[in-house]
């Protein structure tokens, strides 16, 4: 449950009638001088005396909340008269004990966590008259013991319950995860007659909360206020915790406005409501109202929510001063306080921070050093991270939870299944926390026989009946090439609870695979049908999609969607938003979806440097760049390799500035480069003509460069026309990739533009006899929200005759115009009118040609291409959006070209 019911009803049991009622004396007979020491308390045994009983007056005998006394008063005699109210204890020697002394024992026996104790004593009572105090005592002491059972087996065997009697099960069984068994035993209540006081309206909307019952949580509410609770405090404070996390947060607002008075839960748990809806501008507000408030301080609770919103919104200076609230009002040594701020500051600080203050707590629990493996995750230092949790002098399975998750964080899926693995031999509980990072840590490494014994593993002990369990895995095997085994899953899960997680796993696969149509049509179906109900994932996902497949129209829609349903407002849906406009040519509405976001991380800033990448503003994303340092953002791994690469696209040669910028990213940053950094340096230095310097820097690498840095360094030798240093290049990547049909294309495109036919074709041969077949080249464009796909000399499409007829007289009309067919990459040994009319029918030129023929006049055409497109595609475009006055905008890898007028907007021009 969330943290915010957790106090404020906590708040109301503590303050429940077993500690609210009157303290007593309580006299326990010593032993007269000279005899045996006295026996140990579970050696005593209850015998019921000749003379009639009688119980001395009291408040209530739930007097379990403060251990006895055990010493003699002194205004009392040894040895009480017979016909007081004492009852025979047998033992070695005989003594004499007081009824009320059974309420002392029985919180003995919960203090020392007796339970022997305890079932002595209930034996004992049972062979005394009933009596309804002394009972509901005994469940008590069951009910604090842990022994839910036994508590309701006294319960069950009372003649006549009482509201305490009902208010202490109904409790239980909400805070036991039985909260269906609460909410009947309150009907029961209701129809025996027994009419609820405060402590029963908390205790039943405690197992409202739970189990997120809203409609029967308004019923207690009118019944609440019918019977003249609802105004109490803890009652309003439960209510307030129903409709906080029930989504209601106006009721939610209204009742702590009307509350005639609150107590510091009321604001805790009005402060963790407006965070669970995100409002954390709100909760912050409140925090300042609170600190207003005459005879309120903010306590330990109130600073740790606090310092949770912080983080989540990325809200660096406002996190900074909940730390120095917490320090000013001595509350920085709590555990739980400080154990928020090392979370504060894992997402919103640097790793000194982290550590200084793990170095100077007084005290750690469990959470702290977990918190720490965490912190050392996020950075990225995994050895560090396993040096904590090997220290660790306690460990549970959160712990091993959060080492598992931060291998799958850093990538590191083998060592992830390693832990896994060890976990399963020790017998380690495995949550369903632990067997999702397991299922992912298969997916990261994309094995297909491992993704099967994992999947066997987990179908074996039976754990596929939960829907993020069964998400996962169709998420692993649409990874592990595994779409079939996805598909088959997919259609065997029950669609009568919610699914929408498994759709959306279906959806991301069928993306993944380079089958976005199936995904667009996917994710319709679902909404037609009604199967799919749209989260933050959903959303996220769905954008995805969407940008992928350059679907701006339908992008715009989920994004209105997002508005009307307030998930725009999630720091995931928000980043994917500036995502799919940014791939989708409108770098303008991402740019203002940033600017309107109520909170950013890190992926929000490197989502619209990305953007501007996309579309070759190198400045721009470094302008970007310095706001994000300026706002004390801390970057990551991503940032690293985006703003590196920006100095590819400047608008002027900035490379001492990019020399210096990938050596302080280690230095300030703490930020180790990786392959992926180092083959966009290289790509940086080889765009500027630097070729040399580039090799270079690859031989100094401090590890083995992947074959990645390589392909680097081989696409500028094709962009410089370089084959004496292609070829050494090559030679590489062909040793490290032997089966990669990529690195075969690029080394014979490379031979073909330095003239080297020869070289070029045999290289094609050694590809062809490999078995090797290029990856497809594919173009396509949006037309009445349907997805048009073409490829090389395609004539699949119903209108096929159409476009071909229309692509010819646009050829015609650009080759008056100087259009040159550039024929430097047609591979095959023909004449050259056949390498022409093999150039002609390219998809790109096709897909063009289609958005020409259907899209009104004015509007621009978009085509999305799957590899880069060629040179002689290129300058045709050109030529063809001089020669139709229109304007065609296609975007491939490396990111936007925007044809007009006869000029492109890429950097090549």
Not at 36 to 51: F, V
Not at 454 to 471: D, M, P, W
Not at 572 to 599: L, Q, R
Not at 680 to 693: A, D, I, P, R, T
Request: proline share 4%; charged share 20%; with cysteine.
């Amino acid at each position: 449950m969330a943290a915010i019911s957790q106090t404020s009803i906590a708040t109301a049991i503590t303050l429940s009638p077993l500690s609210l009622l009157s303290q007593s004396s309580f006299y326990f007979p010593l032993k007269p001088p000279g005899t045996t020491a006295q026996p140990p308390l579970t050696s005593l045994t209850l015998s019921k005396p000749n003379h009639r009983r009688h119980f001395t007056s009291c408040a209530s005998p739930f007097l379990l909340s403060s251990p006895p006394s055990l010493s003699k008063p002194q205004n009392l005699e040894p040895f009480p008269p017979l016909e007081s109210n004492y009852y025979s204890l047998q033992s070695n020697t005989d003594c004499l004990i007081d009824v009320d002394d059974l309420f002392n024992l029985l919180r003995l026996s919960v203090k020392y966590t007796d339970v022997d104790l305890a079932r002595a004593l209930h034996a004992s009572i049972l062979k005394l008259e009933e009596d309804t105090h002394l009972s509901n005592a005994v469940i008590a002491a069951y009910l604090k013991l842990s022994l839910v059972v036994d508590a309701y087996g006294v319960f069950m065997g009372m003649s006549t319950p009482d509201v305490v009697s009902y208010s202490a099960l109904i409790s239980s069984f909400a805070k036991s995860n039985r909260e269906m068994e609460a909410v009947q035993l309150f009907f029961r209540m209701r129809g025996s007659g027994i009419e609820p006081n405060e402590y029963s309206f908390v205790a039943i909307l405690t197992a409202c909360i739970r189990s997120l019952e809203l409609e029967l949580g308004l019923q207690v509410h009118a019944l609440a206020i019918k019977m003249g609770y609802s105004q109490l405090v803890f009652v309003a404070n439960a209510l307030i915790g129903l409709y906080g996390k029930c989504g209601c947060l106006d009721y939610a607002i209204q009742l702590f406005d009307e509350m005639p008075r609150r107590d510091i839960a009321s604001w805790n748990t009005m402060i963790s409501s407006v965070v669970k809806e995100l409002s954390y501008e709100k909760a912050l507000e409140l925090f300042r109202v609170l600190n207003q408030t005459k005879g309120f301080k903010a306590d330990q609770f109130t600073l740790s929510t606090l310092l949770t919103a912080c983080t989540r919104c990325h809200a660096v200076m406002e996190g900074r001063e909940v730390h120095a609230h917490a320090i000013r009002i001595g509350l920085e040594n709590n555990l739980s306080v400080s154990n928020a701020i090392i979370g504060f500051y894992t997402k919103c600080g640097s790793l000194n921070h982290v550590v200084a203050l793990f170095e100077r707590m007084p005290f750690r629990d469990v959470v702290t050093w977990t918190e720490m493996i965490t912190a050392y995750m996020e950075f990225g230092l995994v050895d560090l991270a396993v040096d904590v949790f090997n220290k660790m002098p306690e460990k549970n399975c959160v712990s091993y939870n959060a080492l598992l998750a931060g291998f799958c964080r850093n990538y590191e899926g083998l060592k992830a299944l390693n832990l896994f693995v060890k976990m399963v031999q020790e017998r380690l509980e495995l949550t369903d926390f632990t067997l999702t990072s397991a299922i992912n840590a298969c997916g990261l490494l994309m094995k297909l026989e491992i993704s099967r014994q994992i999947h066997g593993f987990v179908v074996k002990f039976g754990f596929r009946s939960n829907a993020c369990i069964e998400a996962a895995l169709i998420d692993m095997c649409s990874k592990c090439g595994r779409m079939d085994d996805a598909d088959k899953m997919f259609r065997s899960w029950s669609s009568d609870g919610d699914n929408s997680v498994i759709q959306t796993s279906m959806i991301c696969g069928y993306a993944r695979n380079g089958l976005p149509e199936e995904a667009i049509y996917h994710f319709h179906r679902s909404q037609s049908e009604g199967t799919m109900v749209l989260d933050e994932v959903a959303f996220t996902s769905v954008l995805g999609v969407c940008g992928t497949l350059g679907f701006h129209d339908m992008g715009k829609q989920i994004h209105s969607h997002a508005l009307k349903t307030g998930f725009h407002t999630e720091v995931g849906v928000g980043n994917s938003i500036i995502s799919m406009y940014s791939k989708c040519y409108n770098i303008d509405d991402a740019i203002k979806s940033f600017n309107t976001m109520p909170a950013h991380n890190v992926v929000s800033w490197n989502g619209l440097i990305a953007g501007h990448l996309l579309h070759w503003q190198g400045d721009e994303a470094l302008a970007i760049w310095s706001s994000m340092e300026k706002a004390g953002i801390k970057p990551d791994s991503i940032t690293f390799l985006l703003i590196v690469s920006a100095y590819k696209y400047t608008s002027s040669n900035l490379l001492d500035d990019c020399r210096s910028l990938f050596i302080s990213f280690k230095t300030i940053h703490h930020l180790e480069p990786t392959s992926e950094h180092y083959a966009s340096l290289v790509g940086v230095l080889g765009y500027w003509g630097l070729l040399e310097e580039a090799e270079e820097l690859i031989h100094k690498m401090p590890f083995e460069p992947k074959a990645s840095v390589w392909r680097s360094l081989l696409d500028s030798c094709r962009l410089h026309a370089n084959s004496g240093i292609g070829k050494r290049v090559a030679k590489h990547i062909i040793e490290m990739e032997p089966q990669d049909p990529s690195t075969y294309v690029l080394v014979s495109n490379l031979y073909a533009a330095s003239g080297r036919w020869h070289c070029s074709e045999m290289v094609r041969e050694n590809m062809r006899d490999r078995g090797l077949r290029k990856y497809p080249c594919r173009s396509w464009i949006i037309d009445q929200k349907k997805l048009h796909t073409f490829y090389a000399r395609d004539k699949s499409h119903p209108q096929a005759k159409d476009i071909y007829s229309g692509l010819d007289i646009l050829i015609l009309e650009c080759l008056k115009v100087g259009y040159e067919p550039d024929t430097s990459f047609v591979l095959h040994e023909v004449e050259e009118q056949q390498k022409k009319d093999f150039l002609f029918y390219h998809s790109a030129k096709l897909a063009a040609t289609y958005g020409l023929l259907t899209t009104r006049p004015g509007e621009p055409i978009r085509v999305v291409k799957n590899i880069l497109l060629c040179r002689d595609c290129h300058t045709f475009l050109k030529y063809a959006s001089a020669v139709t006055g229109r304007e065609i905008l296609l975007r491939d890898p490396s990111g936007f070209h925007c044809f007009c007028n006869g000029q492109c907007s890429c950097i090549g021009n």
